[in-house]
């Protein structure tokens, strides 16, 4: 089955970096976009970043020019470089994929930029 296991957040200073990274079992990963999506509190999921089979990327506009996904194909992972961290930035990250007609997401994990 699809499982999606984030891990890499934690607490960073507003102008901070921190490198998220998604481990991603259970399909065929090269085949498939991979998406973050972030949750602050109160507010609704927004899409934050994708990136597909081959490669294209697509992000939001606040996190352009910050923020930047790549993937590994070889190891089935998807990661998202955070720099110049906001406060705005704090929120829970989740992983993502759609296959066979359904959202598919990780656990997620915390990102707090705060001084």
């Known amino acids: 089955q699809v499982q999606l296991v984030e891990s890499g957040g934690g607490l960073v200073q507003p102008g901070g970096s921190l490198r998220l990274s998604c481990a991603a079992s259970?399909?065929?990963?090269?085949?498939?976009?991979m998406r973050w999506y972030r949750q602050a509190p109160g507010k609704e999921r927004e899409l934050v970043a994708g990136i597909s089979g081959t490669g294209s990327t697509n992000y939001v506009d606040s996190v352009k020019g910050r923020f930047t996904i790549s993937r590994d194909n070889a190891k089935n992972m998807v990661n998202l470089q955070m720099n110049g961290l906001k406060p705005d930035d704090t929120a829970v990250y989740y992983c993502?994929?759609?296959?066979?007609?359904?959202?598919?997401w990780g656990q997620g994990t915390q990102v707090t930029v705060s001084s």
């Open positions: 993502n994929t759609w296959k066979n007609s359904r959202d598919y």
């Open positions: 259970g399909f065929a990963f090269s085949v498939y976009a």
